[in-house]
């Protein structure tokens, strides 16, 4: 997560350099920072954070309408993505009657709504349940083949890590493996995680 918040701009390294979409973060002053973070960057958090008072439609829109985009504008991209997600009927409805699977389809449309170059998702499966949480990274698995939208990822489970293209196991701050699926089949390449995460010596967040 400490990696997560830095190569998002939440936290500034001490050392070193953060290049996004050929951008050094690091030396961006404050107002260019936010106003980066916003054009660029998805965040997908495991709790979901959504706001309990506002619609899904409400929710999923809060990136543009804080850019000042027009209303049309708007109701037209939310409408598209809620399609793109299945969550067009939840569209009205406030988070608290809504499933696990179907806020999570409404932070990740929230996330993508502003055409970013990155989403962060930081155990965007934390919270759900088996079924929910295939979708969910089948979604994000057709956005990275289909759309070429990076996903970086933080888990700790080994099923939801088979999704990615790579898998960098980190500890103490420093890479100690890394796997790559290239043309792996899906059950070849969970066992090859699956492996690395149970040895005693590869212990650790995966990303």
Do not use: W
């Not at 409400?58 to 027009?70: F, R, V, Y």
């Not at 809620?82 to 699977?101: H, T």
């Not at 759900?128 to 489970?157: C, I, K, P, W």
């Amino acid at each position: 997560s400490t990696l997560m918040n830095t190569v998002t701009t939440i936290d500034m390294p001490t050392g070193g350099k953060v290049l996004i979409g050929g951008k050094d973060v690091t030396h961006m002053r404050e107002s260019e920072i936010g106003q980066f973070r916003c054009r660029n960057l998805g965040f997908v958090y495991q709790n979901y954070h959504l706001l309990e008072t506002h619609t899904i439609f409400e929710n999923i829109a809060m990136p543009m309408t804080l850019s000042g985009e027009k209303e049309k504008t708007i109701e037209r991209k939310v409408i598209q993505l809620a399609r793109k997600l299945g969550i067009e009927r939840e569209l009205d409805k406030y988070p608290s009657v809504c499933s696990g699977g179907q806020k999570q389809r409404a932070a990740i449309a929230r996330a993508l709504i502003n055409s970013p170059i990155l989403i962060a998702a930081d155990e965007p499966t934390g919270n759900l349940d088996s079924a929910s949480a295939q979708q969910v990274m089948e979604l994000f698995y057709r956005l990275n083949r289909q759309e070429g939208t990076t996903v970086l990822m933080v888990t700790h489970d080994p099923y939801t890590a088979c999704y990615t293209s790579r898998v960098i196991f980190l500890r103490d701050g420093r890479i100690v493996k890394e796997v790559r699926r290239g043309e792996k089949k899906i059950g070849e390449y969970y066992r090859e995680i699956l492996a690395v995460s149970a040895s005693g010596r590869m212990r650790g967040p995966q990303l």
